[in-house]
């Protein structure tokens, strides 16, 4: 069998990452994938979304920056979750690459700015540092342990976390965007 590139999302469109058509991304098909990418690239204690920790991304970032903050790994619905480590490495310059041209697509496709708020990298990484505290096994992740006030509850089912996607989604954009 012959890849043409494209993915079919989950509300059946055809989609090709690498040569994408903005009509395309339906908030639908975002909040499904997400809620069923596990961070980590699965190696959390217990299974917690990608859609989950966007949706916290989202309450910790400026105000004015929520959006973004909900839509910050959004590229992750049609290119799969690479846990940071492994993404930096040279290897993966073509993916960074092709993770960059669609994010920011996404970004003008829900009519945000091209370029991710600083607010959002600091919410970004502030969420990581809670979530490898109270997700990853311990002794190894706690070289990267902080003090912080916050930790992650009870994760949420891939149901839940996409429903409050959505919601979140909606809340800040309104119905028409998606």
Not at 34 to 43: I, Q, T
């Amino acid at each position: 069998m012959v890849s043409d590139g494209s993915i079919t999302t989950f509300s059946g469109i055809r989609f090709w990452p690498l040569l994408p058509n903005p009509d395309d991304m339906a908030i639908m098909d975002i909040a499904h994938a997400l809620a069923n990418h596990c961070r980590f690239g699965g190696h959390a204690r217990v299974f917690y979304s990608v859609a989950e920790h966007s949706v916290r991304v989202r309450q910790v970032c400026a105000p004015e920056d929520a959006l973004w903050g909900l839509l910050h790994h959004a590229s992750e619905a049609f290119l799969s979750d690479v846990p940071a480590p492994l993404k930096a490495l040279p290897a993966f310059d073509v993916y960074r690459a092709a993770e960059c041209a669609l994010q920011h697509m996404i970004a003008a496709r829900f009519g945000l700015p091209p370029e991710q708020p600083v607010s959002i990298t600091e919410a970004d990484r502030a969420m990581l540092r809670i979530e490898m505290r109270g997700l990853l096994p311990a002794p190894r992740a706690d070289r990267w342990m902080v003090q912080l006030a916050l930790t992650v509850p009870e994760p949420w089912s891939p149901s839940t976390a996409e429903a409050w996607f959505l919601r979140r989604f909606h809340e800040l954009s309104g119905p028409s965007r998606g």
